[in-house]
Each structure stands twice: as C-alpha cells, then as structure tokens.
C-alpha cells in the first residue's frame, strides 16, 4: 500500500469546516489520518463527532475570521491542545451580490476582509510556526472567480484574484523552507453559498450547460485534492492553483 497520501498523526486547522466544503474537506483529511481543529463560528458537537468518527482527534474554536488580532492566540490555542500545525486549510469564505455601480462600501469591506485579508493573516500566523518546524501545507481556497471576473460579485472577484496571487509570493519564499502553499479553486459548487444561484432557473441552467462534467459540483468533490495538498504526494507543487471545477476553465 502506498503511504504518499497518509496523514497519520498530522494536524489541521480548517477554517469554516463547519459546513460545506470546508466540512467535507476536514472529514477527507480525517479519513485518510489526520487530527482536525475547525475554526469557525458555530461549531458544533454533531461536525467534531463525524471526524472523531474516522478514528482521529477533532476540536472545536468559535471564532471569527475577521478578528486578525487574535491569531497569535488561536494557534497557541491548537498548539496547546492538538501539540503542533502541519495543515492550514483556509476555506472561511463569504459572497455578496450587487451590480458593480451600487456595491455598497460596507460589503465590498466584509467580503475582503473574510477572503482575502483574513487568508493572508493567518498563512502568515501558521506560516511562522511551519517555518520554525521546516514543514508545513498551507491550502488556500480560490475560486474559478481568481480567473474569471463574474456577475455582480467585484468583490468576491477582487478577493479571490489576491488569494491566488499572494499564494505564489508565499510559495516564492517559502518553498524552500519546506512549506507548501498551493490553492484550489472549486468550480460551481451545489452549496448554501450558491442558494441564490441554484434558486434562479436561468442562471442555474446556463451554469450547469456550461460544465463538462454535466453537473455541479459537491463537497465529496473536494476531498481527494485536499488530501493530496495536504500530504507528502505534492511536496514539490509549489504556489498552483489546482482547478476542481469539472472542466469548466477548460471551455
Ligand atoms: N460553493 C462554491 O461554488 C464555491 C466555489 C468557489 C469557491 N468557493 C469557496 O469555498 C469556500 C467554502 O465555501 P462553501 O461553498 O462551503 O460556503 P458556505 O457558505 O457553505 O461555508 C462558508 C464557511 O465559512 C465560514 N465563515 C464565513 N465567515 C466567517 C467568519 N467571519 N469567521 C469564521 N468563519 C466564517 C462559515 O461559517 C462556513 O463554515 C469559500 O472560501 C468559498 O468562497 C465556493
């Protein structure tokens, strides 16, 4: 059996794993060995339960994203109980929608500072504790939107272009130092985020022609790349944006 994708005593944070993908992904990284903190903010009993159920640790943090001042202590807090970091899953991510001439400045704000400034903070965070250890997998969730521009969503565009782009400076000065930061950028994804989305015939029937793969895609979906990035099987990808979007980029 090839051991390139085990992650056996290895531990990861995944920011808004409590649901949709970053649920699904934390449950992946379970399955194939490893120790989970969800970071998000209403953890519940039910999510841990489901990852203890791989046969691996899991712990809970209620916290906010936008609260970069914390971070100091929230990795304390995982250091402490979990004993180090070798995943960083940063998966929190928000939407807004308005046309491009009335988006509010309120909104454009929050949708930064969740997606983007909230990401940067904490590779840097985790980042300096990985450094110190001289390993370290840091994922970081893009978008088909780090490509394209989208409709009515500037913000959720700006936001995830930055995420892809500062996940090549990091990797630029950290690859060799033995820490990986890569992104994946899931395509249409039949999640809470897309309701208004799925809930518009047209849209979602112009959409759904669009994929190859002939259907949207689901958090399952997420699983295998994650314990890819995560593992020793992509130790010399360095900075890629890996594409989970059923062939859509390809059309
Ligand atoms: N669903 C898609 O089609 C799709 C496509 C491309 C990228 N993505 C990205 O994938 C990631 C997960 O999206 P999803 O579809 O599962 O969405 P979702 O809305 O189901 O989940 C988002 C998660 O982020 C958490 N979160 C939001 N704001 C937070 C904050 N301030 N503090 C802590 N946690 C916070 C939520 O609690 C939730 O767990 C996001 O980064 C999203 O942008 C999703």
Redesign the pocket.
Known sequence: MNNLFDLTGKVAIV?????????EMALGLASAGADVAV????VTEEVLEEIRNQGVKAIGIN????DVDGYGSLVDQVIDQMGKIDILV??????KRHPAAEFPKEDWDFVM???AN?VFYLCQTVGKHMLERGKGKIIN?????SFQGGLTVPA?AAS?GAVMQFTKSLANEWAGKGVNVNCI??????????TALIEDPTRSRQILERIPAQR??N?QDMQGVAIFLASDASDYIHGYTLAVDGGWLGR
């Open positions: 920011t808004g794993g409590n649901r949709g993908l970053g649920k970071v998000a903010r209403n916290y906010d994203i936008r940063n998966n929190a991510g928000v939407q500072d969740i997606n909230a969730i893009a978008s088909l939107l959720y995830k950028a899931p395509g249409y994804m039949a999640t809470e985020m897309n949207w895609g958090g």
